[in-house]
Each structure stands twice: as structure tokens, then as C-alpha cells.
């Protein structure tokens, strides 16, 4: 009966140690956790070649979609379907 006694104070004790020694490490991890995504990100997007410089605040500057020489009215886009609506 005695060692049935030690063994469960000592998972006990084991339990609660865990416990308090996660509580004092989980500030940590999750910074190292979050240092490491924000690497990762700046990584991945850091330097994409279609992105624009930032200019400084003021300037303007419009930028113009290409024009189409191409016009629309000769092409057949879809058919009309008539339908009546039923109650």
C-alpha cells in the first residue's frame, strides 16, 4: 500500500512540475515560434520582383492600364437565353 502512495504522489509531483515548468517556458517558445514564421515570411515575400518601390509621401503617380487595339463588337461572347419566370 505504501509504494501504491509513492507512486501516485510522485506522478503528482511529476504532473505539477511539468505544469509550472511549461507555464515558464511558453513565453519563449512562442517568441522563437513567432522570430521564425516572421523569417519565413520576409523569405518568401521579402523581395518579389513585381513589387513597387515605396515612395515618399506627396508624390503621385498614375499608372495606366495598356490600352487594347482589339475590339469587342466582332466577337461573339455567349448566346441569350430567354426565360420566363415561374411562380
Known amino acids: ?10 506522478v503528482l509531483l511529476v504532473y505539477f512540475a ?9 513565453p519563449y517558445f ?7 514564421a516572421g523569417q519565413q515570411f520576409e523569405k518568401f515575400f521579402g ?15 498614375i499608372n495606366k492600364a495598356p490600352s487594347h487595339n482589339s475590339s469587342r463588337k ?3 461572347v455567349g448566346e441569350y437565353v430567354d426565360y420566363e419566370e415561374v411562380d
Open 1 to 10: 500500500m505504501m509504494t501504491f502512495l509513492k507512486t501516485i504522489l510522485i
Open 30 to 36: 512562442l517568441r522563437y515560434l513567432s522570430k521564425k
Open 18 to 26: 511539468l505544469k509550472f515548468l511549461i507555464r515558464l517556458a511558453m
Open 74 to 76: 466582332g466577337k461573339k
Open 47 to 61: 523581395d518579389l520582383p513585381n513589387m513597387e518601390p515605396r515612395q515618399k509621401e506627396g508624390n503621385i503617380t
